[in-house]
């Protein structure tokens, strides 16, 4: 079973698409404000069906569900390709957040399971962290393949399309995984139980302080990475352009295919990094005796990264501002692993899902309300210089990570 739960994250982040989104959105010719829009209505739809398809697959069976999320994913690919408007591209969007929201969590749950099934219960950061890392193997292969087939067809549309290759072979490896897997499902329900299966998480997870308090930390955490990571790309663009325009001027390229060559040896970097810092989540936790105190050492090495962000963007060092973003990508596949294996640790077997869900549905609600505040404060920077303006990104990152940093030797999460 390991190796097809390895197969599957290295499938599910075969996703051609996700270096050159907002290029392709382009290329149709949206505007920035409606690609905004399509964002933000991904989020929101996310959070909306999220807990209650994690409920969904806690009582009516897992492997069901995946394989609802991998037919959206596929829908929603084939309309991303074929649309040429912006109705049926919320169409699209609509359908992706279904994948996405049937998806997350669900998977989680089963491989938990199957460690409860094996005895083996104590290796939840090592083996989910060595799942990640072969999801973060597949992200390097599809920003590699992505980028030729870019080059290849000039266009950015293609790679929806071709999306939908591994989706298929997904499904395939869902069929072969054990009926065991779905934990333990009542046939039959009705919407009572199902809201009832809610109303109980729900309680659990707020009722224990513990439970309560990592899906705060996820929120800190997972909010704020996935708020300003993306800040990456403006920097390096600022950077490379100019290393571009001397290195390609001659080249018979065009845009799109020199937009190709810059976004994929970043990405490609970033994803090979992301998959060894995976791998080697059990270590940190083996290296700070617990899981408690993994915790505690990663948020101080994120307020220093933060800090150092911060001070590089203040005094335009650039090697030293991309540096702290790689890094920020590091000790967030460091974090992670830890902790899906702690929150696992507080939670029911038969709730799994849901909780699971719960805390990626919090981190999306962090990010919808951080991202536009951060965004404001960069706006408000943007005097200070095209580096300096970034300064923000560091402060508000460094803030919440140091406000958690200083609470997390308070208490312990057992």
């Excluded at 729900?202 to 308090?213: M, Q, S, T």
């Excluded at 899981?291 to 220093?304: F, H, I, K, P, S």
Aim: glycine share 8%; hydrophobic share 55%; charged share 15%.
């Amino acid at each position: 079973m390991l190796l097809r739960f390895c197969l599957y994250g290295f499938l599910k982040n075969q996703r051609y698409y996700e270096s050159f989104l907002v290029l392709a959105f382009l290329e149709k010719g949206l505007s920035f404000f409606v690609i905004g829009l399509l964002v933000a209505f991904r989020e929101v739809a996310v959070n909306i069906m999220e807990i209650p398809s994690g409920a969904i697959a806690d009582v009516w069976g897992r492997r069901g569900s995946m394989v609802l999320s991998f037919l959206a994913y596929i829908a929603s690919f084939l309309l991303f390709g074929l649309a040429a408007s912006p109705p049926v591209l919320f169409a699209a969007m609509f359908c992706f957040a279904v994948g996405d929201a049937f998806r997350t969590g669900t998977h989680k749950s089963m491989i938990f399971t199957w460690l409860r099934l094996m005895g083996r219960t104590e290796e939840r950061s090592k083996v989910y962290g060595f799942t990640r890392s072969w999801s973060k193997l597949g992200s390097a292969l599809s920003v590699i393949l992505a980028t030729v087939f870019v080059l290849l067809s000039d266009s950015y549309v293609y790679v929806f399309y071709i999306s939908i290759i591994p989706c298929l072979a997904s499904l395939a490896n869902l069929a072969a995984y054990p009926k065991e897997l779905d934990g333990e499902t009542l046939p039959g329900v009705d919407l009572s139980r199902l809201v009832g299966h809610l109303r109980v998480t729900f309680g659990r997870a707020f009722r224990i302080g513990a439970l309560r308090r990592l899906i705060f930390e996820s929120m800190g955490f997972e909010g704020v990475f996935h708020a300003a990571k993306d800040y990456l790309q403006p920097v390096l663009k600022a950077v490379a352009l100019a290393a571009a325009a001397q290195v390609l001027v001659a080249e018979n390229l065009t845009d799109t295919q020199r937009s190709a060559l810059l976004v994929g040896p970043v990405y490609l970097v970033l994803h090979l990094l992301s998959a060894v810092a995976s791998r080697n989540a059990h270590r940190v936790v083996e290296l700070a005796r617990g899981e408690d105190g993994a915790t505690r050492l990663l948020w101080g090495l994120v307020v220093v990264v933060f800090a150092a962000m911060a001070a590089a963007a203040l005094g335009e060092a650039v090697a030293a501002l991309i540096a702290a973003f790689v890094a920020l990508y590091v000790l967030q596949n460091l974090w992670r692993p830890v902790l899906v294996s702690r929150i696992d640790r507080l939670s029911k077997p038969e709730q799994g899902a849901t909780v699971l869900s719960m805390e990626s549905q919090g981190r999306r609600l962090a990010t919808v309300i951080i991202a536009p505040l951060l965004g404001l404060a960069v706006d408000a920077a943007a005097a200070q210089g095209e580096l300096a303006r970034f300064w923000p990104v560091g402060a508000v990152g460094g803030l919440v990570a140091l406000g958690f940093f200083t609470r997390s030797g308070l208490s312990s999460t057992r």
